[in-house]
């Protein structure tokens, strides 16, 4: 089950030390109700987020929720969301949990199940096909013939739980295939866009083009204790200034302390900037907390969150105010 709610973080994202010397991505796009972005993948580890979805295939309002099953009686959910290979996400619009996403497991024709209880109550709701890695990566990244090699580019999905699994383009099927199960046909890998994911490159960078349509709704991310891996839904404008992450996450003074909640932003070259809200409201980086203010640094479409206070946390980042027009 994948879900990222207000009461409940569900991701960890696991270890950093395989980052050391990786490469970034970077990210550019054309906004609107539909576009496209470029993401340029170097030699290494890349961190992205996917920032542009399938359209939404059904909206409504709950009526009603018990446990993890969510009742709209104005709706024939099986007679819309009819594609058997799809895995179908549930975004909760607004009320406690607005923001929340999370994979639906079953369906009838007037309810949906998803892992685990939301909290959502009588709350707006849509709901869209997950993106595949086909979708995403099509014939962009260097494949394999039959098992990936050492010039074959990898996607690492987090899991629940922590760790990862890998994937590689299968050229005789265009799939993309588990690295430990090379053999074993697949319908199309769904991508949790709440999460961010890592590609490595093995042979030479390239650029990757992914389209779809801009999600103009806030979307929860988890902040469990430790390190959380987290897409950036906003394909444009969303600056750490504007993000809502200082709702959710713990300031520290004029320097961070062992308690001060850290972001961390993939940089040109490889590495990455880590960054605090400081006693008066304000963004600094760790190198350089007496420096200048860093609002308006634009997020990338991946991002750690480095959760150090106790107690897990999540929110709502959110979306610039000019996304209402789209």
Request: glycine fraction near 14%; hydrophobic fraction near 40%.
């Amino acid at each position: 089950m994948k879900a990222t709610t207000l009461k409940k973080a569900a991701l960890v994202a696991g270890s950093l030390s395989f980052l050391v010397g990786s490469a970034y991505s970077q990210q550019s796009a054309v906004s609107g109700a539909g576009g496209y972005t470029t993401e340029s993948l170097g030699v290494g580890f890349n961190l992205m987020g996917v920032s542009l979805h399938n359209p939404v295939a059904l909206s409504g309002t709950f009526d009603s929720e018990d446990g993890a099953t969510l009742t709209d009686a104005d709706v024939d959910f099986s007679a819309v969301l009819t594609d058997a290979s799809a895995t179908y996400l549930l975004e909760i619009v607004d009320g406690t949990q607005a923001g929340a996403v999370a994979e639906i497991e079953s369906l009838t024709a007037t309810t949906v199940t998803v892992g685990a209880g939301l909290g959502a109550g009588a709350a707006t709701y849509q709901i869209r096909a997950a993106g595949t890695l086909e979708d995403i990566f099509g014939d962009s990244l260097a494949g394999a013939v039959a098992v990936p090699g050492a010039t074959t580019d990898r996607v690492w999905l987090p899991k629940d739980g922590g760790g990862f699994d890998q994937y590689f383009r299968h050229t005789a099927t265009g799939q993309y295939r588990s690295v430990a199960l090379p053999f074993a046909a697949t319908t199309g890998t769904a991508v949790f866009y709440p999460d961010a994911l890592f590609v490595q490159i093995a042979d030479t960078a390239k650029d990757v083009v992914v389209t779809g349509m801009v999600k103009t709704t806030d979307t929860v991310a988890a902040a469990v204790e430790g390190f959380n891996l987290v897409g950036v839904t906003p394909p444009v404008g969303s600056t750490i200034g504007n993000s809502g992450l200082d709702t959710f996450l713990t300031a520290g003074g004029v320097v961070p302390t062992a308690t001060t909640d850290r972001v961390w932003l993939p940089v040109a070259g490889g590495g990455f900037n880590q960054y605090f809200i400081n006693g008066t409201g304000d963004w600094r980086t760790v190198a350089l907390p007496f420096g200048a203010s860093q609002n308006d640094t634009e997020l990338t479409s991946g991002i750690f969150i480095q959760r150090n206070d106790a107690g897990d946390t999540g929110g709502a980042l959110t979306v610039p105010a000019f996304y209402d027009n789209l």
